[in-house]
């Protein structure tokens, strides 16, 4: 988990179970923290998120950002970008987040892939 603190300084939190997890998410939201996620699993004992240390991941996404020098004026257009998408492609609905400055869209996917697939 990355937390970007009211300082605008970044640090990153490593946690074993969902629901360590959550319980920080919890805490972390109810102090108004920015609170962002990688979505690999990682080598155990190893606190990095870079590529060489993920296992497995268990979604496909996307990460449409909007604003001041980015592809979208407001996550209403990143919505439409997704829509457009999605008619092209045929994918599946997929879930939703607002990111506060555009949005997440994500299809889990099951059994969890490891980088070489």
């Not at 209403?76 to 987040?97: D, S």
Request: charge should be negative; proline fraction near 5%.
């Amino acid at each position: 988990m990355g937390i970007r603190g009211k300082s605008g300084a970044r640090v990153q939190t490593f946690h074993d179970t969902i629901d360590d997890v959550a319980l920080r998410a919890q805490e972390l939201d109810a102090a108004e923290y920015n609170v962002y996620y990688a979505l690999a699993r990682f080598t155990d004992g190893v606190h990095s998120r870079e590529a060489t240390h993920a296992l497995g991941i268990q979604s496909f996404f996307i990460d449409l950002d909007s604003g001041e020098n980015k592809s979208y004026a407001s996550p209403e257009e990143c919505l439409t970008a997704l829509r457009e998408f999605l008619q092209e492609t045929h994918f599946p609905e997929p879930g939703v987040v607002h990111s506060g400055h555009g949005i997440h869209a994500y299809w889990p996917i099951d059994p969890e892939l490891t980088p070489a697939q």
